[in-house]
């Protein structure tokens, strides 16, 4: 479902419905991945050293385990309403 999502879009790189809490060390793999897993583990994931952004789809919350990407700028504030309106 999630990469229905992405339409028009293509992702063309490793997607995981469901990654085990037991293989959370393999999140500093070189490389864009999607991953899906259980909610209960976010503080673990958010925990890592690692560059990762992490989406709740659940509670439509973004989430960043080390401080915001410099690559990834401030979204324009009106988007950001429109956005917050829709949801």
């Known amino acids: 479902g999630l990469l229905l999502l992405l339409h028009p879009f293509v992702w063309n790189f490793p997607y995981v419905t469901y990654f085990p809490d037991s293989c959370l060390e393999f999140l500093g793999a070189v490389g864009p991945f999607l991953y899906g897993f259980n909610?209960?583990?976010?503080?673990?994931?958010?925990?890592?050293?690692?560059?990762?952004?992490?989406?709740?789809?659940?509670?439509?919350?973004?989430?960043?385990?080390?401080?915001?990407?410099?690559?990834?700028p401030e979204p324009p504030k009106m988007a950001v309403k429109h956005l917050k309106d829709t949801m």
């Not at 990762?52 to 989430?63: F, K």
């Open 39 to 72: 909610s209960k583990f976010i503080n673990d994931v958010l925990r890592s050293e690692e560059d990762i952004i992490l989406v709740d789809l659940d509670r439509s919350e973004v989430h960043f385990s080390n401080n915001r990407p410099k690559f990834l």
